[in-house]
């Protein structure tokens, strides 16, 4: 099965999550073939710390931001990127990110919550972190190791998309952006200092938007 996003019909598997590992290359090519890529905000800009507004035309206009989030994502190299990450006030992330089995899920979802996990389900993960508007910055940070986001599609179609180990921490981490969080503002005083200091003594790999 595959995402159809010509009829507005979605695939979804048993246990109603959205089919996104299917026809990855391609659906991410046709994005980004129609999508210009945009610089990168970072810390700093005002619009990666407040809370976005929440998507509520699911038009052309959304339909081309989307094209224009995965072409700035594959410029830069990411596995996910939110829309105030190219300056835009919309609760939208798209992600192009491998799980920990090597398996590629790429799709879109618009006013993402993540849902509550069960206490047994909170296994954490300590790995690294990084973020595109925190460029050439890493740091430990603990987050589940399983996430489920629901949310809708482009069309304005009710998802729910599940993850685990890093891609579970992508959607995580992309969540966080639309609310007004970077994964720094999650480490301590000293953990922020020296993520700050990796960025400042960096350069980073893509066009980025100076802060004012």
Do not use: W
């Not at 998507?55 to 190299?77: G, H, N, P, R, Y």
């Not at 089995?101 to 300590?126: F, W, Y």
């Not at 729910?160 to 969080?181: M, P, W």
């Amino acid at each position: 099965m595959s995402q159809q996003e010509t009829d507005g019909r979605i695939d979804v598997d048993d246990e109603g999550f959205i089919v996104d590992t299917e026809d990855c290359e391609e659906r991410e090519a046709a994005y980004r073939a129609r999508g210009t890529s945009r610089p990168i905000t970072v810390v700093g800009n005002p619009v990666l710390h407040k809370e976005c507004k929440d998507v509520t035309a699911f038009d052309d206009e959304l339909a081309q931001l989307i094209d224009d989030m995965f072409a700035s994502q594959k410029t830069a190299e990411g596995v996910g990127l939110a829309a105030n990450q190219i300056g835009v006030d919309l609760k939208v992330f798209v992600y192009d990110c491998p799980d920990d089995d090597g398996k590629r899920h790429t799709g879109v979802v618009c006013n993402p919550v993540l849902e509550e996990l069960a206490p047994e389900m909170r296994v954490l993960d300590d790995s690294n972190e990084g973020c595109l508007s925190v460029p050439t910055a890493y740091a430990s940070l603990a987050r589940p190791d399983y996430a489920v986001v629901r949310g809708q599609d482009a069309k304005g179609n009710p998802i729910r998309v599940k993850g685990t180990g890093y891609f579970a921490r992508c959607l995580q981490h992309e969540t966080d952006h639309l609310y007004g969080y970077l994964y720094i503002d999650r480490l301590s005083k000293r953990e922020r200092k020296d993520a700050l200091r990796q960025m400042e003594e960096g350069t980073p790999r893509y066009e980025t938007v100076p802060n004012s």
